[in-house]
């Protein structure tokens, strides 16, 4: 089992969180908790495009539970105006966004 690691950055307005390990049922509270408190200071930093940036070129596992995760954000970040990206997604996961259709809506 590979741990969840997340690295948060800041420049110029965007806010990056890099993900490595694994993204499951078991580390899907960690992740909610970092990404809702980047909302938030996205939300409060008053730039008119605010911009939150998850990149998981070194994410290794994902399930369900850390793609619903990823749906619930862009859903909050919508809400509030902040765009939302996800880069450097693996083949696995890209592969995995395809089949639940998922890709029209993070990647």
Same mark, same amino acid.
């Given at each position: 089992? #590979?741990p969840l690691?997340?690295?948060t950055?800041?420049?110029d307005?965007?806010?990056t969180v890099?993900?490595?390990? /694994?993204? #499951?049922? =078991?580390?899907?509270?960690?992740?909610?908790?970092q990404? *809702?408190a980047?909302?938030? /200071? =996205? #939300?409060?930093?008053?730039l008119?495009?605010? /911009?939150?940036?998850i /990149?998981?070129s070194?994410?290794?596992?994902? #399930?369900a539970a850390?793609l619903g995760?990823l749906?619930?954000?862009?859903?909050? =970040?919508a809400?509030?105006h902040?765009?939302?990206?996800?880069?450097g997604?693996p083949?696995?996961?890209?592969?995995? *966004?395809?089949?639940?259709?998922?890709?029209?809506?993070l990647?």
């Open positions: 089992m #590979d690691h997340l690295t950055s800041r420049h307005g965007t806010l890099s993900v490595s390990g /694994e993204l #499951d049922i =078991a580390t899907t509270e960690q992740f909610r908790t990404l *809702l980047l909302l938030r /200071e =996205a #939300d409060r930093s008053r008119p495009h605010p /911009e939150l940036v /990149e998981v070194r994410l290794s596992f994902i #399930d850390g995760i749906v619930s954000v862009r859903n909050q =970040a809400t509030q902040t765009r939302l990206h996800i880069k997604v083949p696995a996961m890209r592969r995995l *966004l395809r089949i639940t259709g998922l890709d029209q809506h990647a």
